[in-house]
T-cell receptor, first 114, second 113 residues
Framework: AQSVAQPEDQVNVAEGNPLTVKCTYS??????LFWYVQYPNRGLQFLLK??????LVKGSYGFEAEFNKSQTSFHLKKPSALVSDSALYFC????????????FGKGTRLSVIA | DGGITQSPKYLFRKEGQNVTLSCEQN?????MYWYRQDPGQGLRLIYY???????QKGDIAEGYSVSREKKESFPLTVTSAQKNPTAFYLC????????????FGQGTRLTVV
């Protein structure tokens, strides 16, 4: 069975500082990993994904994520946070076996303080 | 304009009523999904469909029903058997295959009154 853990319910960071939102995963086969962002009362927006290859993946709005197979992690990062980055962030995983739906973590609320 | 449209945005249900949430996509995606979002619980899968006229139960299917008569449409019915239906419901679609991301609608907020 696939699963995702986001160990922090809330992350606070000052504007201009780097941010990290943590994610660890468990899958049977090869992992395909995704990050999404959600603003209040809206659907989820896709940020980036890891399929294979380079462990550092670049995505939308200056976000990037680092895949670490030995630690089964896929942390979301941004070098310099903006107040407008404040939102709810979800990590998701799908294994490479069949056509299974995405499995999501519980989400991490990011608050960027001016 | 391509995308996924959910309607209505807000829905109120009386006790004992069935209600149907609409989800339409014009992305030509084969797969469609329904997730339920509750505060602090993330997204939980209700039902999904990978082709027309076929669908599978997710983790919390009890009290819900779906149909997939057309590729573009995947309506969700919340029945009176769902004891705690108040939640934010999200529909998504994707191309088939493990490497494809899912695209989400804007959600329907259902409240029992």
């Amino acid at each position: 069975a696939q699963s995702v853990a986001q160990p922090e319910d809330q992350v606070n960071v000052a504007e201009g500082n780097p941010l990290t939102v943590k994610c660890t995963y468990s899958v049977s086969g090869n992992p395909y990993l995704f990050w999404y962002v959600q603003y209040p009362n809206r659907g989820l927006q896709f940020l980036l994904k890891y399929i294979t290859g380079d462990n550092l993946v670049k995505g939308s709005y200056g976000f990037e994520a680092e895949f670490n197979k030995s630690q089964t992690s896929f942390h979301l990062k941004k070098p310099s946070a903006l107040v407008s980055d404040s939102a709810l962030y979800f990590c998701a995983v799908r294994d490479g076996i069949g056509n299974t739906p995405l499995v999501f973590g519980k989400g991490t609320r990011l608050s960027v303080i001016a | 304009d391509g995308g996924i449209t959910q309607s209505p945005k807000y829905l109120f249900r009386k006790e004992g009523q069935n209600v149907t949430l609409s989800c339409e996509q014009n992305l030509n995606h084969d797969a469609m999904y329904w997730y339920r979002q509750d505060p602090g619980q993330g997204l939980r899968l209700i039902y999904y469909s990978q082709i027309v006229n076929d669908f599978q139960k997710g983790d919390i299917a009890e009290g819900y029903s779906v149909s997939r008569e057309k590729k573009e449409s995947f309506p969700l019915t919340v029945t009176s058997a769902q004891k705690n239906p108040t939640a934010f419901y999200l529909c998504a679609s994707s191309m088939r295959g493990p490497v494809t991301e899912a695209f989400f609608g804007q959600g329907t907020r259902l409240t029992v009154v």
